[in-house]
């Protein structure tokens, strides 16, 4: 048990900083999966709901974007924050800001992809049954999320599961600098090339119990709304 | 069951053939080093010469200073190249140490954005992290507690200055490229090695500020393991390594390491004379 006694001791004695770099990561991957639903789910209805040229392409790519490697994002936006590069002049490099963007990125095409498949899955039946009761474009729209929620949640778990448990793209765009863009995954890099395995044991232990949390909520939410 | 036959038992095991020559199989020395002389290349020009010459093969293990004077704790390797001074005093004072020499050092640089907001270029190591802390100029700190971030604090301590906390100054915790990387697009100053510098300056948008002082030099010292606590340690071996690197030729090998690539030496060969 001296183990675990130790890293609860190791996780007491570096409180204030363990809260800073927990909420960091809530702050970056809360504010980027926010950003990715406000953008994927409008985008998943209109693919599921419209016919167009074009679209099947458009749907390989969102397919493809499900499984974007999130160091290749981070080059990506590493190049296009970069002060040589075409936003350099922002100045967003190694901010949370530039973090965001990348894990935005990562987590709008899983919120597309599985929109899609939500509103491709409802009933034929029901698309007929709003617009027959003489719904606006935007009331339809509203309907179909709300038919859809369950399927919403599930995006919501699943975007924020990845991107709060990346720790390639925020590596290269954050920078790990301690107090300013150092989140979970990140220190638990940091600590495990130092050596230091049961402070990084711990971290990792919080993460996970992080995500067990929200995602019990979530579950909860998801569930209760299917009665 | 004795040594012999426990050994005779590994071998059937094993399906050797249970007499062989002598010396061609048996003198390897276990050397534990540090990663700057590893990713260097140094070794790699250096530890061919030995093994041709010496007829002793050495196998490397590229680690941290702190963690290759650990491994001579533990008796896990026979000889060590490290730069990490206190560290080394206590390992020798604890007895662990058989022999320590002066072999070669490099040296650090101070670099920093060619604004130079802190006014600190041309100052030696002192003035210039002085005249950044008093400018709350940003610097980025390795913060990993490798050798190099040792070695600022280090400097920062004997200018009698603790920017721990202060805004400006940045941890990373990341390698010596990614450091680097943060204080040319931050437009910070950074405490970089000599080797680093020169084979990443192109990419950087940094200048050197301050170079050249005594206390940014890092002394790299070859250490043979004592065979008092080990006795199965290679000692033979490991003080023949030790003796070959301080030895004129092998000196004058070091001091010509780099300068086709870089135009000058990586390290310079510092063996008392």
């Known amino acids: ?227 | 069951m004795g040594f012999a036959s426990r050994l005779a038992f590994a071998l059937l095991v094993l399906g050797l053939p249970a007499a062989p020559s002598g010396a061609a199989a048996g003198e390897t020395l276990i050397l534990a080093t540090t990663t700057s002389t590893q990713d260097s290349g140094l070794l790699d020009v250096l530890l061919p010469a030995f093994e041709a010459e010496a007829g002793i093969r050495v196998k490397t293990v590229a680690v941290g200073s702190g963690e290759a004077l650990a491994m001579g704790r533990r008796g896990d390797a026979d000889a060590l190249l490290v730069h990490s001074k206190t560290a080394e005093d206590a390992f020798m004072a604890e007895g662990f140490g058989a022999l320590r020499l002066d072999v070669m050092y490099n040296d650090f640089v101070l670099v920093g954005p060619g604004a130079d907001p802190a006014g600190a270029r041309g100052s030696d190591a002192l003035e210039a992290f002085r005249r950044i802390f008093e400018a709350g100029a940003a610097f980025v700190s390795r913060g990993d507690q490798s050798g190099t971030h040792r070695k600022e604090q280090d400097v920062w301590k004997r200018a009698d200055l603790d920017p721990s906390g202060k805004p400006w100054y940045l941890s990373a915790g990341q390698g010596m490229g990614e450091t680097a990387r943060i204080a040319s697009e931050k437009r910070a100053y950074t405490l970089i090695d000599r080797g680093t510098w020169l084979a990443l300056r192109r990419t950087l948008d940094l200048e050197v500020v301050s170079e050249g002082a005594k206390d940014l030099l890092n002394t790299y010292r070859v250490i043979v393991v004592s065979p008092e606590k080990h006795p199965k340690t290679h000692v033979e071996e490991a003080r023949r390594f030790a003796e070959w690197l301080v030895a004129p030729e092998t000196q004058k090998r070091i001091g010509e390491f780099g300068r086709e690539k870089y135009g000058r030496p990586l390290f310079v060969p510092d063996a008392r004379k």
């Open chain 1, 1 to 227: 048990m001296t183990g675990i006694d130790e890293a609860l001791g190791a996780l007491l004695a570096m409180r204030q900083e363990l809260l800073g770099i927990l909420g960091l990561s809530l702050l970056v991957s809360g504010a980027a999966i926010v950003a990715a639903m406000a953008i994927g789910v409008p985008a998943g209805i209109f693919l599921g709901l419209h016919d167009f040229p074009g679209r099947r392409f458009l749907v390989t790519v969102v397919n493809t974007g499900m499984g974007l490697p999130p160091v290749v994002v981070g080059l990506v936006v590493f190049l296009l924050l970069a002060r040589a590069g075409p936003l350099g002049g922002l100045e967003l490099l190694y901010t949370p800001s530039a973090m965001i963007v990348a894990q935005v990125i990562i987590a709008t095409p899983l919120v597309v992809g599985i929109t899609l498949a939500a509103v491709q899955a409802l009933d034929p039946r029901v698309h007929l049954q709003i617009l027959s009761l003489g719904a606006s474009r935007r009331q339809y729209w509203w309907k179909l999320v709300q038919e859809a929620r369950l399927s919403l949640v599930a995006a919501l778990a699943a975007g924020f599961g990845s991107i709060v448990s990346e720790v390639g793209a925020v590596m290269m765009v954050g920078g790990n600098i301690k107090g300013q863009t150092r989140v979970m995954t990140t220190a638990i890099v940091l600590e495990t090339r130092q050596g230091n395995f049961t402070l990084a044991i711990a971290l990792g232990v919080l993460l996970l119990a992080l995500a067990l949390a929200l995602n019990w909520l979530f579950t909860s939410v998801q569930q209760r709304s299917k009665g």
